[in-house]
């Protein structure tokens, strides 16, 4: 099963607004990271938050995380039309120090965002 | 220089042949990760390599599958008897490993897009 949980599986925004998405997932992790896709193609990276952290910023994004309630979100401010895309979020569980840290992915969220 | 590429872009094969797919990592990074995405089933690890440790195998879903990274570089990830089943979006990653951190980011190639038909 899927660690990441995500919510909404879709969303439609009018361009300039907000986009809010969450991730949930159950085990402890080390880090959380969120991707872009479009259309079914190649991941873009587009924000990694370490378990010891609780907000990271870049450009138009911004992510939290609250490891107590095990989960995550990642805001779009002023969305633009380019914004329209699938975000997934994904967990790295490997235990600390090991060599490996395959990541599991949520389903994903699909925004639209209208011109 | 440039991120990770993946051929081919497309592929569509009839049930029962062999397909092999491959990775180009980015240069000097160390581990390389075999993802799948397909309707229904979402993105799931397949298979990861790290220097010259063993391959993490445990997201390969039968013995069909294999996959082998030659030199520490570029790898390629085979199918054998293809059923339709395995239809699906075929992701590369890679990510470099420094001594001493975990977590790394993983950059993804476009992907390579099966048809079994």
Same mark, same amino acid.
């Given at each position: &099963?899927?660690? /990441? ?6 969303? &439609?925004?009018?361009? /300039? ?10 085990? &402890? ?9 479009? =259309?079914?193609?190649?991941?873009? %990276?587009?924000?990694?938050?370490? =378990?010891?952290?609780?907000?990271? %910023?870049?450009?138009?994004? #911004? $992510?939290?995380?609250? +490891?107590?309630?095990?989960? =995550?979100?990642?805001?779009? +401010?002023? =969305? #633009? ?15 600390? #120090?090991?060599? /490996? ?8 969220? #699909? $925004?639209? $965002?209208?011109? | ?117």
């Amino acid at each position: &099963s899927q660690q /990441g949980e995500e919510d909404p599986q879709a969303l &439609s925004i009018q361009e /300039g607004e907000n986009a809010t998405m969450n991730c949930s997932y159950k085990t &402890s992790i080390n880090n959380l990271q969120w991707y872009r896709q479009n =259309s079914g193609r190649g991941l873009v %990276h587009l924000i990694l938050i370490r =378990s010891n952290e609780r907000e990271k %910023h870049s450009g138009r994004l #911004r $992510v939290t995380l609250d +490891t107590s309630k095990k989960s =995550s979100s990642l805001l779009i +401010t002023a =969305s #633009r039309a380019a914004d329209t895309a699938s975000y997934f979020c994904a967990t790295d569980r490997a235990p600390i #120090r090991a060599a /490996g840290n395959k990541l599991t992915f949520g389903g994903g969220t #699909r $925004v639209l $965002v209208k011109p | 220089g440039a991120g990770v590429s993946q051929s081919p872009s497309n592929k569509v094969t009839e049930k029962g042949k062999d397909v092999e797919l491959r990775c180009d990592p980015i240069s000097g990074h160390t581990a390389l990760y075999w993802y799948r995405q397909s309707l229904g089933q979402g993105l799931e690890f397949l298979i990861y390599f790290q220097g010259n440790s063993a391959p993490d195998k445990s997201g390969l879903p039968s013995d069909r599958f294999s996959a082998e990274r030659t030199g520490g570089s570029v790898s390629t990830l085979t199918i054998q008897r293809t059923q339709q089943e395995d239809s699906a979006v075929y992701l590369c990653a890679s990510s470099s490993f420094p001594r001493g951190r975990v977590g790394e980011t993983q950059y993804f190639g476009p992907g390579t897009r099966l048809l079994v038909l």
